[in-house]
């Protein structure tokens, strides 16, 4: 408090610190890495997996076979198909081998030219994937069916919801989510908000975005939150603080699993949304070869077959057939609608523009 | 300081809620830690330790802390350094402008990070040094040498030149002058300014986001990707644990090196 | 009075050409300035290249002429159409309103929990200063994220604040506390209270004994002494708490993507929508860079107040 000389000991531990601090530093820079970023991206695969339950069943199964069996490095990300489509845009020159997203963004980034086509030939597994699966004529290897539907906190909701209009009922007020316009679910919710506007079957109705994004926006009356991140969604819908959260059946089911009051309602009555996941090679991928045997393992039986048992939805392969666990989490083939993401992709600039002025 | 109770009781009063607010989150991620279910909660529905030993199934968490730890100490010492350099350069060598000089290099704290992430990974790309350790240090880097750089000008303007000249009188050299008495007045300054850039980078999100590929990640990222896909209690163990082995090393660097009572003015 | 020099100079982040005040001819002579300037260069190049240059193609892509899809024709010129576009949003406008007005809000509280604090800390004992300290270091070593995520178990409807504040009969339901401005605001005036602390603390510490007494000796109550006094004596170091805070809440991004909703979007998150979900570089860019102006008019314009005040204060 009172200012005091600097006794002649202070001094000194302030400077062997610095000198420590230094000397501590050099080391420390000698020993780290620096490497450029060609040298580094050789032999090493860079692949970029979709956030969440699906990246870890990549980790926890994909990744040893891959290793054992080339002993190269791999390197994993995580992200979402927003951001992935913007590292493939600004990083151009130097992209990550691969990248895990749907079709929602796989047309789009097809035709900016920022995919490369697989050479199919090199990837035998490639031949057994559904024809849905194989998307874009060969640009992206479909692994698993990111189903979309209304899922409910069993506790709080006593009913399983027949109808997607559940949410737009009045007395379900304060008690509803749906997710970011950034997210593809977001626009799905759209989609099926045109549904319900226009009253025509969906693949008619997904084209009448004004209209439904005109429903949507009534949700606004009925208190509806609006999540920005898997944490929060399963937050508010495990703990029944929001009990009807729209959101990915495969990257719930885990959850589920473990013991959450959390169900999906599978029998609603405009249908589920479908949504393809699959693994894209960038145009520039500086590892061809490695990659293409990394999606080898991805469409192997052994692999899709985890698909089914560990994230409860449908996955690629051919011959593998939902299990009747799975079967009780995604309800009827039937039942689950694809979108035309070609035109959805093309009108999501606007799209997002206009949602924002409501929801933003 | 006085000696009225009234005075005493409402500022110590006072004192004791707002470091509750402080200490509030740190506490509820301790306790949150022991949770038995699989699912944060708090108060805890059961007690239990099991994730602690979960802390390894955080992706690489081994390896992201470790090159967080390193890319820490190597950013938070060169900006000191820097930081510390231009602080004499503007206090003492009289530079024009330097109040605005300052302002500037220490304006990056105002920018939104990701603008900061952004700019940086295009222009590294561009020259052929991208998702390397440096140019992870070079990014946390300059956001964090705002913290040494205010920290040691605060420091040398409260400085006590008299002392200064005392010794100049005797006849020691600008540089002796330096070494053995200012350095030991902006001590203050130095440390806490290298304590405020270490910690900052170690648990900096959205500049490493932009800036890591690959084998190079950091803790912040593996902890967040590991927040998205399983919402057990396991990272509040994993934060608890560091915290505590950071507190400890400060708490080492207090009793040998009095760097607390080095961090406060005098 | 004493330390109104030092007031009125360091009410600005740098000290400018009035360094000179505080300096002897003795001393002028070894300071030798034009050597000792040049330590700047150092650092001055670093920012240069690394952050400067860098930040001005930043600036530069937000105003060039808008690009058609994924390939950039350039059509070079210059353009404000991105500003013009932002300003024209609702939404855009709206969060940096929002951003300028909770990082002001919560600036001011983690200022009015804080001051106490730091007066706190001057009077206590050694151990119980260097115990307070550590701690407000160790806070900042938690995990931003891990820290979120415990507010978002905490304000939770049935988390335990709506618990005690129902129980002891505040409200009668819960409060929907989490996704809105206010959890983001808890937020923030949390994370920014180790910032605050310590700029104030080592400004109070500056105050000798005998100034403390010798205030308190012309009468009035301790509260008088603090509000005329102690608080003007004490502005150097509250006034660098509260622009850091300030520019640290300002350049949020984790802490309101976690605990908001698109609804009470920061600027940094409508940016990073622009940037990386649009892929509107200039748009984003624009956003970005009306942020970073709007951040320093604000600290201007308080850097500016406090002059004023300071030097109404010396004559009065």
Redesign the interface.
Known sequence: MSQQSPRPASAAPSRRRVLKGALATAAVGLAAPWVTTKARAAGELTVVLNQGLPAKLWIDEVNPIFERETGAKLNIQQSVTSNMLAMLETQKDNPPDLLQFSEAGVFFARDAGLLRQYDTGNIPNFADLKPEFDMADGYSAGGFDAYHTLHYNTRRIGEEPMSWEVMWDKANAGLIAIPPITWNNGVRMVTTAAQLATGKPFVEAQYELEAGLAHLAKLKENGVVVYTGAPQAIQMVQSGQIPLVPFYGPFINSVIDQGAPVAPATRLKEGAHGEIVGLNMAANAPNVELAEVYVNISCSREFQEKIDSVLKTRCGHKDVTPSPETAARIGSPDDTLYADWAFLSRERGALTDAWNEHFG | MFADRSYRIVVGALAALGLAFLAFPVIVTVVASFEGSSFIAFPPTSWSLKWYGEIGSINRIVEATWISFQVAFASAALATLLAGLAALAIVRGRLPLGGALATVLASPISLPMIAIGMALVQFFIAIGVAFTWWSLVVGHMVLVVAYPLRTIISSLLLAERSQEEAAASLGASPLTVFRTVTLSQIAPGVVSGFMFAFLISFDNYPISLFLVRGSLTTMPIEVFNYINQSFDPTPAAFSTVYMVVLTILIAIAEKRYRIISLALPR | MPGTN?LA??A??????D??D???P??SR???????????????A??VV??????S??LQTSVEPAAS???AAKAGGITFQHYGEVLD???MT??LERTIRLSAISTLITFV??Y??A?????ARPWL??A????????????????N??????L?????VNSILIAVGIIEWPL?L??SEGAILVALV?YA???MI??I??AL??L??SQ?EAA?SLGG???T?LRSVVLPLSM?GVF?GVT?SF??A??A??TP??L????S?F??Q????E??????FPRG?AV?VL??LC??AV?GLYAFAVRRIGQTHVRG
């Not at chain 3, 600005?12 to 050409?17: E, L, Y």
Request: net charge positive; glycine share 10%; proline share 8%.
């Open positions: 030092t100079k360091n600005v982040v740098g000290p400018g050409v360094a000179a505080k300096a002897g003795f001393w070894l300071a030798l300035p034009g050597r000792a300037g040049l330590l700047v260069l150092p650092a001055l670093f920012m690394f952050y400067l240059y860098p930040v193609m930043m899809g994924a390939t949003s609702r939404r709206a969060s929990i804080a106490p604090i007066l706190f800390l001057v009077g200063r260097t307070i300290l550590v701690f407000t270091f160790a806070s900042l070593a938690a995990s931003i994220i891990v820290r995520y415990g507010w978002l178990v905490v939770a409807d049935g988390g335990p929907r989490v996704y949390h209270m180790p910032f310590l700029p603390y080592g510490v500056r000798t004994p403390w308190q109550s301790p509260w002494v150097p660098g850091l520019a640290i300002a350049s991004y984790v993507l976690m908001g909703s698109p609804a979007a600027a940094s409508v940016a990073a929508e940037l990386l979900v649009q892929l509107n860019s970005i942020l970073t951040t320093f600290i």
